[in-house]
């Protein structure tokens, strides 16, 4: 019996309200024959908004718990795949703005995010910051001050237990669990740094992602870098040149140069593809490889 023929029968279904085509296929998505659901996923797909909204009602309301779940998940996958469309016109866009783009991946796994709400909460990881420099002077000071509020106070830190976890990439968890990877704690110490005025930038350490503070007031032999990973301890540049080390890598002078957004950005989809090639998570590999790549050439 073919999708069509289950389509027909399960529509004039004797003894039960008659069912339109749409709510026929939401049905059909609860069947014990995976490559029935595959094709049904196929048609819902090409229906659009309609699908959607047939699949949303029988997400809350279907008395199949299994109608329910599949229903649920294919509502989810398609604000997944509107995110994506808005992250296709963030890579054909203008340079790519850190804090927009790292929502838009948070999106990517979480679409009913709404990114206003991780934005305010940076403005007042912000105004915190601000406060404190009223009575502090130099950049030395302003420095240990973001420092202190967002490792020691806040409680930033890095997931050392649960390194490989997806969530460690996504920018509204870590300000949820206050954990995160050496790139998603740099991503959040930028984003508050920025909105105060405060000189830092990201430098892309193979395997292990820091942060430069730069100012007029250092010299070149006077960088300072910071480790955001590990409670934004401050490190010099022997101490830069054993994290290398420790990881079989050989020191090269460019490896201490700030990057761009648009690096900083490829390098947490990088990080999220080895973690869901890893975990043999198909849909979510292929997600996030075509992210990557339209990012790295936004002409494709």
Known sequence: MSTEDD???DSGMAGSAPRTRTEALIHLLG???IDIRSQVWGHLEKLGKEALESAEAAAEASDDPEVKRQAGRFALEYHRREVFKEWLQFCRGPAPDLETGAL??????YPELDPGVCSRALDEFACALESRSETTTGVDARLASLVELLSKDAGFKGNEEGYYEADNSYLNRILE???GI???????YLLVARRCGLPLHGVALPGHFILKFDSAETGKQAEKFLDPFHGGRLLTVRECVELLESSGESF????????????????MLGNLLNIYHGGSDRRRMNR????????????D
């Open 7 to 9: 389509i027909e029968a």
């Open 104 to 109: 838009l991946i948070a999106r990517s796994e």
């Open 288 to 299: 996030v490889a075509a992210m990557l790549k339209l990012l790295q050439d936004p002409r």
């Open 177 to 179: 669990t206050k954990l």
């Open 31 to 33: 069947d014990d024959d």
């Open 252 to 267: 090269r002078d460019e490896l201490l140069e700030a990057v761009d957004d648009r690096v900083i950005l490829c390098r």
């Open 182 to 188: 050496p790139i998603s704690l740099s991503v959040l």
